[in-house]
């Protein structure tokens, strides 16, 4: 079974409104962290968000937040005011187990994001 | 930037033939992961090194091999190398404290395999 299941290949989004990328995952650990990366066409992979599994609030850094519905097991990422500079790869990823036993992660497909001017 | 680093960027080389991917990884970062991502099985771990041991196996072929020195830095090799392998190749590293042992990745090294 999939771990983590990014179910949008590709969005649109025109500039400056809010999109939401969908991921969901699947663990029977109860501890875990979940992170959001970025992958532009330059290929580098870029940490946006992290969020924890005993976390109580949602996670936020500037136009980035985790919407995080621990009974659903999901974890989508909301950006808001989207800028023609968030086009690229999206990648969803688990780290299962506690914080500090530096487990591998765990990828989805990804979201391709498209801004349109 | 990360502060990872990974030589060399590109890499072009024929089947049958054997390459070493070297990864430096953040200073003071004892944890070093490799990844492997390619167009038909997305992005996959292949192995885990910590403070110079051997932490985690994934989805690594026999082929492949790795190790990690005692300067923390890290190699994989990939040997008698078919179409198949052609992929970027990041590795990250992780501090032992942080946003739940965030990984910072390297801008990775793209393998094409003729």
């Known amino acids: 079974a999939q771990k983590i299941t990014q179910t949008q290949p590709g969005m649109f989004v025109q500039e400056k409104e809010a999109v939401t990328l969908d991921c969901t995952y699947d663990t029977s650990d109860p501890s875990y962290g979940l992170f959001w990366y970025k992958q532009p066409s330059s290929g580098e992979m870029i940490f946006l968000i992290y969020q924890g599994s005993y976390d109580q609030q949602n996670a936020t850094e500037g136009r980035y937040s985790l919407n995080f519905q621990k009974a659903r097991k999901s974890a989508n990422l909301v950006i808001s005011a989207s800028q023609l500079g968030d086009s690229a790869m999206y990648f969803c990823?688990?780290?299962?187990?506690?914080?500090?036993?530096?487990?591998?992660?765990?990828f989805g497909s990804g979201t391709r994001l498209q801004v349109q001017p | 930037d990360s502060g990872v680093t990974q030589t060399p960027k590109h890499l072009i080389t024929a089947t049958g033939q054997r390459v070493t991917l070297r990864c430096s990884p953040r200073s003071g970062d004892l944890s070093v992961y490799w990844y492997q991502q390619s167009l038909d099985q997305g992005l996959q771990f292949l192995i885990q090194?910590?403070?110079?041991?051997?932490?985690a196996k994934g989805n690594i072929l026999e082929r492949f091999s790795a190790q990690q020195f005692p300067d923390l830095h890290s190699e994989l090799n990939l040997s008698s190398l078919e179409l198949g392998d052609s992929a970027l190749y990041f590795c990250a590293s992780s501090p032992l404290t942080g946003r739940g042992n965030e990984q910072f990745f390297g801008p990775g090294t793209r393998l094409t395999v003729l």
């Open positions: 990823a688990m780290r299962e187990g506690r914080v500090g036993g530096r487990r591998a992660l765990t």
């Open positions: 090194y910590y403070n110079g041991e051997e932490r």
